[in-house]
């Protein structure tokens, strides 16, 4: 499995993008990167996954450094419903996409 | 609504019951997962069925038995159960096979063992 490291926390104004890092120095060359987030006592929701392009879909931008080493998950006007545990993780392998090992996550406050 | 149900929302139960949880999928998925989250601690992977098919088993408790009858349903009968079982229990679902691709993960059961 690909270890990933996150900071604990982060705060964000509301409106203004929010810049989630994730370290995964030991990802492989095929493996991608996932990001979901985790709602306060919901089930985790899958936002975007890129392998060593930047993706853009309608929740967030992702940006991989070009050695891989490292990506950030942007929410580009964050709102106050964006208060969530995100997760950064880089799959188990094979093709079980649900097979997700999740670490502490960031929690991010966004505030008024 | 992420098309994965989980049933019930919430669930107590004494030691000695016995009690099933239920997920169910119409995405046409063929891979389901069983996921544990305790509190302040990060999801853990408990099972993986392919095409109804176990393939995972992360040294989970015989108290936890998993049932896949298809590719649709899955179940978690639980039996003898510990009040350190208590935790929010997940159901997820995602293809097996095709261009990667996310988990949809249902609700969850709380489940609280007294």
């Known amino acids: 499995d690909a270890k990933t490291t996150q900071p604990p926390s982060m705060d964000c104004a509301e409106g203004r993008a929010a810049n989630l890092p994730c370290n995964h120095s030991t990802i492989s060359g095929n493996e991608y990167v996932y990001w979901y987030r985790q709602i306060h006592s919901q089930g985790p929701q899958y936002i975007i996954h890129g392998l060593k392009n930047n993706e853009t879909n309608e929740m967030a931008s992702l940006i991989i450094t070009e050695d891989r080493k490292s990506s950030t998950l942007i929410l580009p006007h964050a709102t106050l419903r964006d208060t969530a545990v995100y997760y950064c993780i880089g799959p188990a392998g094979g093709t079980s996409y649900g097979k997700l090992t999740f670490g502490q996550g960031t929690i991010l406050t966004v505030h008024p | 609504e992420t098309g994965v149900t989980q049933t019930p929302r919430h669930l107590v139960m004494g030691m000695t019951n016995k009690k099933s949880l239920k997920c169910e999928q119409h995405?046409?998925?063929?891979?389901m997962y069983w996921y544990k989250q305790s509190a302040k601690k990060p999801l853990e992977l408990m099972f993986v069925y392919n095409f109804k098919e176990q393939t995972e088993n992360n040294s989970v408790p015989s108290r936890f038995s998993p049932e896949c009858p298809n590719s649709s349903h899955l179940f978690l009968h639980l039996h003898t159960l510990q009040p350190e079982d208590s935790a929010l229990y997940l159901c997820?679902?995602?293809?097996?096979?095709?261009?990667?691709?996310?988990?949809?993960f249902g609700q969850g059961t709380r489940l609280t063992v007294v």
């Open positions: 997820a679902s995602s293809p097996s096979e095709g261009d990667k691709t996310e988990a949809f």
């Open positions: 995405l046409g998925h063929n891979a």
